[in-house]
């Protein structure tokens, strides 16, 4: 038995190709993270990751810089490999 269920992913069918030397994984927004500021250039992420796409509710969103975010706001990132 495991402690935790799976959760389920909030971008189900986007693939990356094996070609590209990059990864994707999500990063679910929590209170910690917004405790600089909310917009999506002040919570962090490592110089070489891409958010993609927001997942927020059952709408999807394209990033800017300036977006803001919310708590359970689901991030699409790619990063290169060599960082994750």
């Given at each position: 038995?495991?402690?935790?269920?799976?959760?389920?992913?909030?971008?189900?069918?986007?693939?990356?190709?094996?070609?590209?030397?990059?990864?994707?994984?999500?990063?679910?927004?929590?209170?910690?993270?917004?405790?600089?500021?909310?917009?999506?250039?002040?919570?962090?992420?490592?110089?070489?990751?891409?958010?993609?796409?927001?997942?927020r509710?059952?709408?999807y969103?394209?990033?800017?810089?300036?977006?803001?975010?919310?708590?359970?706001?689901?991030?699409?990132?790619?990063?290169?490999?060599?960082?994750?």
């Amino acid at each position: 038995g495991l402690s935790e269920p799976v959760k389920e992913s909030a971008f189900q069918g986007i693939d990356i190709s094996d070609d590209i030397a990059a990864t994707t994984s999500e990063l679910e927004i929590t209170s910690d993270m917004l405790a600089d500021g909310s917009t999506l250039k002040e919570i962090g992420l490592q110089s070489d990751t891409l958010a993609v796409m927001v997942r927020r509710d059952d709408r999807y969103i394209v990033p800017k810089g300036d977006t803001r975010l919310y708590m359970g706001d689901v991030l699409l990132l790619v990063s290169n490999d060599k960082c994750i």
